[in-house]
C-alpha cells in the first residue's frame, strides 16, 4: 500500500480486475507497475507554472522511491535514490519539490539518451539532481542527439575528476537551460557544463536562456568548458560567482563551431 497522499487500492492489476468508477477533482486512478493507485490530480505545463499560457499537461504520479520512468509525464511523489543510471527516452519529469540522489560509486544520475526529455519543478521550493560522481558528465549527459529541456530545478552536489561536473553534453545532444540553478559542483573542465567536440560530426549544443550558474569549483578551465566544434550561446540568465584555474565563466578548448554572447 501507499501513503494517504497516493492510496493502492488495487495491489494486482489483470485483465479480470473491477471497473472502478471514482469522480474527483482532487484524484484521478493511476496504473503503475502492475497496481492501481488513486493519485493526486496533477497539472502545468512544461515550464511548472499553471497559468504559463501553455497547453498543460496532465501529470501521473510516481511513488516509486528506487527508480525513474523512462518516458511518459510524470510528477514525484517522493524523494528517489537511485543506485544506477536513470535512462530518459521522451520524459517529461516534474520533481515536485523531491530530490533525485545518486546513492552509487563511479555513477552518474540521468542519461537523457533520446528524444525530447524535459525536467521541470512547479514547487516553491523546487527539487535538485544530485550525488553523481561519474567521469564524463556526473550528474547529467545529454546524448544520442536528445535534447534536455531544464524549468526551476536545481542542479547540485555533483562531481568528478574529468569534464562536465553537473552536465555533459555530447553526440549532437542539445541542453537548453530556461530556469533554474546550476551550482555547487566540482570537476577537471566544466563544472557546471562541458559541450563535447564534434566525434562521428555531431557536436554538442548548449543554449543559456535564463537561470543561473552560481558557485561551481572547477578545477582547471572554465565553468562553461567547450571543445573543437561544440555550440555555446548566451541568450540570458546570470553566470556568477564560480571558480576555475582559467577562465571563470567560460573557456573554449579548441575552434567551436559557434559562441554566441
Known amino acids: 500500500s501507499a501513503d494517504v497522499g497516493n492510496r ?46 501553455h497547453s498543460q499537461l496532465g501529470w501521473s504520479a510516481w511513488t516509486d522511491g528506487t527508480q525513474l520512468p523512462e518516458s511518459g509525464n510524470y510528477f514525484l511523489e517522493t524523494d528517489v535514490e537511485l543506485t544506477k543510471v536513470a535512462e ?5 519529469l516534474c520533481l515536485n519539490g523531491h530530490t533525485v540522489k545518486n546513492v552509487a560509486a563511479n555513477n552518474r544520475v540521468l542519461n537523457a539518451a533520446s528524444g525530447t526529455v524535459t525536467l521541470t519543478d512547479c514547487a516553491v521550493n523546487p527539487g535538485s539532481i544530485t550525488g553523481g560522481n561519474r567521469d564524463y558528465g556526473a550528474g547529467i549527459t545529454v546524448a544520442g542527439g536528445a535534447t534536455l529541456n531544464l524549468y526551476n530545478i536545481i542542479i547540485t552536489g555533483n562531481e568528478n575528476k574529468t569534464d562536465g561536473g553537473a552536465i555533459y553534453v555530447r553526440g549532437g545532444g542539445t541542453l537548453n537551460m530556461y530556469s533554474g540553478k546550476i551550482t555547487g559542483n566540482t570537476a577537471r573542465n566544466g563544472a557546471a557544463v562541458a559541450i563535447a567536440d564534434a566525434a562521428g560530426g555531431k557536436a554538442g549544443v548548449f543554449n543559456l536562456y535564463g537561470g543561473e550558474i552560481s558557485g561551481n569549483t572547477t578545477t582547471g578551465n572554465g565553468t562553461m568548458y ?32 559557434r559562441v554566441t554572447l
Open 8 to 53: 493502492c487500492i488495487s495491489n494486482t492489476l489483470t485483465d479480470t480486475t473491477s471497473t472502478f468508477t471514482y469522480l474527483s477533482d482532487d484524484f484521478k486512478l493511476v496504473k503503475q507497475e502492475g497496481k492501481l493507485y488513486l493519485a493526486p490530480t496533477h497539472e502545468h505545463c512544461v515550464e511548472g507554472e499553471t497559468g504559463c499560457g
Open 88 to 92: 530518459m527516452k521522451g520524459l517529461n
Open 226 to 257: 567547450g571543445y573543437i566544434g561544440a555550440q555555446f550561446n548566451l541568450l540570458g540568465g546570470k553566470v556568477t560567482g564560480n571558480t576555475a584555474n582559467h577562465g571563470g565563466a567560460f573557456y573554449f578548448g579548441a575552434t567551436m563551431d
